[in-house]
Nanobody, 124 residues
Framework: QIQLMESGGGSVQAGQSLTLSCTVS????????MGWFRRAPGKEREGVAA????????YYASSVKGRFTISQDNAKKTVYLQMNNLTPEDTAMYYCAASVYGTAWTSPGHYDYWGQGTQVTVSS
């Protein structure tokens, strides 16, 4: 059974950093897209960043571009989300997702597997 396990969430002050990790039980580079999503209370699930493991192409939501970096470590079967200069607006549950054949990285429906999520809370 394919499993995605997120870690690295926590509570920080505005301006600080966190690094989220997503470890996949299978070779993550076999997926077409690895993405990070978040859901804040009362809001829709939002695509934050994605990486196409085959070529390493990355994409970011405009709200996080320049502050967040997605990367991968093939040997560790892990995808990371480095989050810098966090703001209270980044407070949410963050989810890792894997897509086998999807092409639209911002569309949750294009993903086949999801992790349980890790909470990020940023206080001002």
């Amino acid at each position: 059974q394919i499993q995605l396990m997120e870690s690295g969430g926590g509570s920080v002050q505005a301006g600080q950093s966190l690094t989220l990790s997503c470890t996949v039980s299978t070779d993550h580079y076999t997926y077409n897209i690895m993405g990070w999503f978040r859901r804040a209370p009362g809001k829709e699930r939002e695509g934050v960043a994605a990486i196409y493991p085959g070529g390493g192409t990355t994409y970011y939501a405009s709200s996080v571009k320049g502050r967040f970096t997605i990367s991968q470590d093939n040997a560790k079967k892990t995808v990371y989300l480095q989050m810098n200069n966090l703001t209270p607006e980044d407070t949410a549950m963050y989810y890792c997702a894997a897509s086998v054949y999807g092409t639209a990285w911002t569309s949750p429906g294009h993903y086949d597997y999801w992790g349980q999520g890790t909470q990020v809370t940023v206080s001002s």
